[in-house]
């Protein structure tokens, strides 16, 4: 009889192993994009920030549906009270307006009429594609495994923070009271974060499962990279 190194066996990672391995898809993560370097850099036309705004924000209205697909398909009571936070999050509730009206604001702040922004007209198949997908996975897999797709935000923090640090100087044709959702992202990630991860670690537990979190994790990943696919593509780079 083969032992079980013989037959391929790989032992569990420790918790902190596990971190790691989800840490270094970092890499992936679309803050690496050559649209986003692009971006971060100042040398985006006015158009193309607002093609990037116009499309991301097909993900933001869709986000809330993606929640309430994973709130629906968790028996949890616990669980379901806290992700509840995120559906209010860019929903709004209680005097707090949410993310998508944030995101509304930073349409205009950047020269897209509300309504124009609500139209989707702007909205790329690629990107309508990508999004819907994630969507759709949310629907399907166990809520554990939706939970893992949100770990992306693992990295999100920075890429909020560049922006409120950049854009001011690069583009200062924008108006500040527009940035406000890069602002507000920042403690919400990583309160999430802290949350996600608890959830993540706890149901991932053998090799096998690690790597399938690993695997949903890039999903994720590939998802956001396609929408910035997308988006240079019809967009382009640089200034002309």
């Known amino acids: 009889m083969m032992s079980r190194q013989e037959v391929g066996f790989q032992p569990r990672w420790d918790k902190a192993t596990f971190v ?19 971006m971060q850099d100042g040398s985006l036309t006015p158009d193309q920030i607002r093609g990037w705004v116009a499309n991301r924000f097909y993900y933001q209205i869709s986000i809330p549906q993606k929640d309430a697909a ?35 604001r930073l349409g205009e702040a950047v020269g897209i009429p ?63 009271e527009g940035l406000h959702y890069f602002r507000s992202r920042i403690p919400l990630a990583q309160r999430d974060v802290e949350h996600g991860l608890q959830v993540t670690l706890a149901y991932f537990q053998g090799r096998e499962q690690q790597e399938r979190a690993l695997e949903i994790l890039r999903f994720k990943l590939n998802v956001l990279w ?3 696919d997308a988006i240079d593509l019809a967009y382009g780079g640089g200034n002309e």
Not at 89 to 100: E, K, Q
Not at 144 to 170: M, Y
């Open 20 to 38: 790691d391995q989800l840490m270094a898809n970092e890499k992936y993560y679309h803050i690496h994009h050559p649209f986003n370097v692009r």
């Open 70 to 104: 994973i709130l629906a398909n968790c028996p949890d009571r616990e669980t379901r009270r806290r992700w509840l936070l995120r559906i209010q999050d860019h929903d709004g509730c209680d005097g707090n307006a949410g993310g998508i009206e944030a995101w509304t």
């Open 114 to 176: 509300r309504s124009e922004l609500w139209s989707l007209k702007h909205v790329l198949p690629g990107v309508r594609f990508a999004v819907d997908a994630y969507v759709n996975f949310a629907r399907q897999a166990p809520w554990q495994e939706g939970v893992c797709s949100s770990l992306t935000e693992l990295f999100a923090p920075k890429i909020h923070k560049d922006r409120l640090a950049s854009w001011p100087k690069n583009y200062p044709w924008i108006e500040a």
């Open 226 to 228: 396609s929408m910035m």
